[in-house]
C-alpha cells in the first residue's frame, strides 16, 4: 500500500498502472503527487509554491534544446 506523504492516508495504487513521472492526486487532502519511482511506487508531494520545482523543469528544457541541436549537428556532418 502507497502512502501519501501529505497527509499519510493510504493510497489504493496498482504499481502496474502507474509509471514513473505520473503526476497522481490524494484522494484524501487532494495534495498533487509525483510518481518518482516504482516497484514499489514511490510519491513525492508537487507544492505549488516551490521554486525549486520551476528550476528543475527550465534545467530538463535545457538538455533536451542541447541534445536537439547536437543532432542537427550530426546531420549535417552526416551530408
Ligand atoms: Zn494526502
Known amino acids: 500500500m502507497?502512502?501519501?506523504p501529505e497527509c499519510d492516508a493510504d493510497i489504493?495504487?496498482?504499481e502496474d498502472e502507474v509509471?514513473?513521472?505520473e503526476i497522481v492526486s490524494?484522494?484524501?487532502c487532494d495534495a498533487e503527487l509525483?510518481?518518482?519511482q516504482i516497484h514499489p511506487v514511490h510519491l513525492i508531494a508537487i507544492s505549488d509554491d516551490d521554486d525549486e520545482d520551476e528550476e528543475e523543469?527550465?534545467?530538463e528544457e535545457s538538455i533536451v534544446e542541447k541534445e536537439?541541436?547536437?543532432e542537427e549537428d550530426d546531420e549535417e556532418?552526416?551530408?
Open 26 to 28: 490524494c484522494g484524501e
Open 34 to 36: 509525483e510518481v518518482t
Open 19 to 21: 509509471e514513473e513521472g
Open 77 to 79: 556532418e552526416v551530408e
Open 57 to 59: 523543469e527550465d534545467e
Open 12 to 14: 489504493d495504487m496498482d
Open 68 to 70: 536537439k541541436v547536437k
Open 2 to 4: 502507497t502512502k501519501c
